[in-house]
């Protein structure tokens, strides 16, 4: 039995009980508009050679791109709370996916590197609206089971960052940038349509005509939390890595392992595949083992293989290298179920909205801090510290109280 014959049977047998009542469109769509969102969204660090070409910049202005495009996206994190509290989560994911399809398509056209970094910011907000609404509207659709819609989500989307930069590794070198870029909008547009058709309309939280600072201090209160400290530290660090990580994964490659585009490309791809299963199997085990020990064993198998990379070679090690970093992104289902559940129902949306705000932001610095470290001659060193950083997220991880515990 082939590696990808078992993962869709893991898929299959994860997301049986996600099926019926018409759930199961609205899981599907959900999950393709992520596909589609985080694939461009990581598309973006294969075609910067070509885009560094197109408008004369180094590591450190790219990396900065990289970095608006996050931390954009973190900035719209807390308004797309509050204005899923105000209007609804489903306005605020189709908003998102109609954003999405108008900034790609600009940003394929961009004449000047100010116009493109602009756009790039598009990009940011549309993500940026979709990031915490897709998460509470699964609580909602699935009160029951959300971190295994939330686990498949993530999953899917990982498999779209992982299927695009391939796609986009075999056709930037025939059609350039541009071209492979603007492919994905007619896929957003037609997500967008299906979600529209789909998606149902939840609850909005019951609005109470409290004053500006009431809800202020309810939503610090909320995240006033050692369970949602902690969650939220953790994560920021794992972020930071990941987006430090992605950011540079293929240029390093190329540059510091001499392996061919293509190649990087498809091994920056396996990072997605491995992450994948991670993310499936990862909600899973939640269930079964709790949300500590499964914290701490994903961060804690994902430190070895960053601090080995710089001392590999060849292009076999390198790759299960690559397969073993991306066990990391098996704690994004599990710290997104855990922080919102640790959040009190009346504040949940603007609280993790906010909470998202944060920690997109300071993460955002991470492609800026592996790319000024790799114009100074210290990529290797980089890869080096981002694993450190893993290290102390395990640290962290390992001090998460449970959800059931008293504050």
Same mark, same amino acid.
Do not use: C
């Given at each position: 039995?082939?590696?990808?014959?078992?993962?869709?049977?893991?898929?299959?047998?994860?997301?049986?009980?996600?099926?019926?009542?018409?759930?199961? &469109?609205?899981?599907?769509?959900?999950?393709?508009?992520?596909?589609?969102?985080l694939g461009t969204r990581?598309?973006?660090?294969?075609?910067?050679?070509?885009?560094?070409?197109?408008?004369?910049?180094?590591?450190?202005?790219?990396?900065?791109?990289?970095?608006?495009? &996050?931390?954009?996206?973190?900035?719209?994190?807390?308004?797309?709370?509050?204005?899923?509290?105000?209007?609804?989560?489903?306005?605020?994911?189709?908003?998102?996916?109609?954003?999405?399809?108008?900034?790609?398509?600009?940003?394929?056209?961009?004449?000047?590197?100010?116009?493109?970094?602009?756009?790039?910011?598009?990009?940011?907000?549309?993500?940026?609206?979709?990031?915490?609404?897709?998460?509470?509207?699964?609580?909602?659709?699935?009160?029951?089971?959300?971190?295994?819609?939330?686990?498949?989500?993530?999953?899917v989307g990982s498999l779209?960052?992982?299927?695009?930069?391939?796609?986009?590794?075999?056709?930037?070198?025939?059609?350039?940038?541009?071209?492979?870029?603007?492919?994905?909008?007619?896929?957003?547009?037609?997500?967008?349509?299906?979600?529209?058709?789909?998606?149902?309309?939840?609850?909005?939280?019951?609005?109470?005509?409290?004053?500006?600072?009431?809800?202020?201090?309810?939503?610090?209160?909320?995240?006033?939390?050692?369970?949602?400290?902690?969650?939220?530290?953790?994560?920021?660090?794992?972020?930071?890595?990941?987006?430090?990580?992605?950011?540079?994964?293929?240029?390093?490659?190329?540059?510091?392992?001499?392996?061919?585009?293509?190649?990087?490309?498809?091994?920056?791809?396996?990072?997605?595949?491995?992450?994948?299963?991670?993310?499936?199997?990862?909600?899973?085990?939640?269930?079964?083992?709790?949300?500590?020990?499964?914290?701490?064993?994903?961060?804690?198998?994902?430190?070895?293989?960053?601090?080995?990379?710089?001392?590999?070679?060849?292009?076999?090690?390198?790759?299960?290298?690559?397969?073993?970093?991306?066990?990391?992104?098996?704690?994004?289902?599990?710290?997104?179920?855990?922080?919102?559940?640790?959040?009190?129902?009346a504040e949940r949306n603007?609280?993790?909205?906010?909470?998202?705000?944060?920690?997109?932001?300071?993460?955002?610095?991470?492609?800026?801090?592996?790319?000024?470290?790799?114009?100074?001659?210290?990529?290797?060193?980089?890869?080096?510290?981002?694993?450190?950083?893993?290290?102390?997220?395990?640290?962290?991880?390992?001090?998460?109280?449970?959800?059931?515990?008293?504050?």
């Open positions: 039995m082939t590696i990808a014959v078992r993962l869709k049977e893991r898929i299959e047998h994860a997301i049986a009980p996600l099926r019926g009542d018409g759930r199961g &469109w609205a899981l599907v769509a959900i999950a393709v508009g992520w596909l589609l969102i990581i598309t973006i660090p294969v075609l910067l050679p070509g885009i560094k070409a197109t408008f004369d910049i180094d590591n450190a202005t790219a990396g900065f791109t990289i970095t608006v495009i &996050w931390a954009v996206y973190g900035l719209s994190q807390f308004p797309a709370g509050l204005l899923s509290n105000r209007i609804g989560d489903r306005k605020v994911l189709l908003a998102s996916l109609a954003v999405m399809t108008l900034s790609i398509a600009a940003l394929a056209a961009a004449p000047l590197f100010g116009v493109f970094l602009v756009t790039a910011a598009l990009v940011g907000v549309g993500n940026g609206l979709y990031g915490p609404t897709r998460g509470t509207l699964l609580s909602s659709i699935y009160p029951d089971n959300d971190s295994a819609a939330i686990g498949f989500t993530l999953a779209g960052a992982a299927a695009l930069p391939i796609l986009a590794g075999a056709a930037v070198s025939r059609l350039g940038w541009r071209a492979t870029i603007a492919g994905a909008v007619p896929l957003l547009f037609a997500t967008t349509v299906l979600a529209w058709r789909v998606v149902p309309t939840t609850a909005i939280p019951d609005a109470t005509e409290a004053s500006t600072r009431r809800r202020l201090r309810g939503l610090l209160s909320a995240i006033n939390r050692r369970r949602v400290v902690l969650g939220v530290g953790g994560k920021t660090i794992r972020v930071f890595v990941f987006q430090g990580l992605t950011a540079f994964l293929p240029t390093y490659l190329i540059t510091v392992k001499g392996i061919d585009e293509v190649t990087a490309s498809v091994l920056f791809a396996t990072l997605f595949v491995s992450g994948a299963a991670a993310q499936v199997g990862g909600g899973r085990a939640v269930t079964r083992f709790g949300n500590r020990l499964v914290l701490v064993a994903l961060a804690a198998v994902s430190v070895l293989p960053l601090l080995a990379l710089p001392f590999v070679s060849g292009l076999v090690p390198i790759t299960v290298v690559i397969v073993l970093a991306g066990v990391q992104l098996g704690i994004a289902p599990v710290t997104n179920t855990y922080i919102i559940n640790a959040l009190p129902p603007g609280a993790w909205g906010l909470l998202r705000t944060g920690y997109f932001l300071i993460a955002s610095t991470g492609s800026v801090f592996v790319g000024v470290l790799a114009d100074e001659g210290y990529f290797d060193g980089a890869v080096l510290i981002l694993g450190g950083l893993l290290a102390v997220v395990a640290i962290i991880f390992a001090f998460l109280p449970g959800l059931s515990s008293e504050e």
